[in-house]
């Protein structure tokens, strides 16, 4: 059966470092494009970024270009999504998601091309 399991999520303060995982089974994640939504309080869901391995590809919104880095473990059937610096802004539901395709697709098709999603870890950044 394909599973998504997010961990890591918490509270933490500005500026502050988290590391949020995404643990699959039923799959191998090297065969998928893995991505990371997330969704604040009366606002759409926002794809945060996406990787797909063999051809290797990622992507990442503007707003956390530099802070976030997403990242595979082959081994551990693992993707992570490690988040330094955080601000404020970034406080929502962070899921994680998985699409048949075989490369990360544009940010208007993102959401639509997700076959699987896990059921999400709360991030909260105060001031």
């Known amino acids: 059966e394909v599973q998504l399991v997010e961990s890591g999520g918490g509270l933490v303060q500005a500026g502050g470092s988290l590391r949020l995982s995404c643990a699959a089974s039923?799959?191998?994640?090297?065969?998928?494009?893995i991505a990371w939504f997330r969704q604040a309080p009366g606002k759409e869901r926002e794809a945060v970024s996406c990787i797909r391995n063999s051809p290797d590809n990622t992507y990442y919104t503007d707003s956390v270009k530099g802070r976030f880095t997403i990242s595979s473990d082959n081994a551990k059937n693992t993707v992570y999504l490690q988040m330094n610096s955080l601000k404020p802004e970034d406080t929502a539901v962070y899921y994680c998601?998985?699409?048949?395709?075989?490369?990360?697709?544009?940010?208007?098709?993102?959401?639509?091309?997700?076959?699987?999603w896990g059921g999400g870890t709360l991030v909260t950044v105060s001031s």
């Open positions: 039923g799959f191998t994640v090297d065969d998928y494009a």
């Open positions: 998601a998985a699409s048949t395709l075989g490369y990360c697709p544009g940010t208007d098709y993102m959401y639509y091309a997700m076959n699987y």
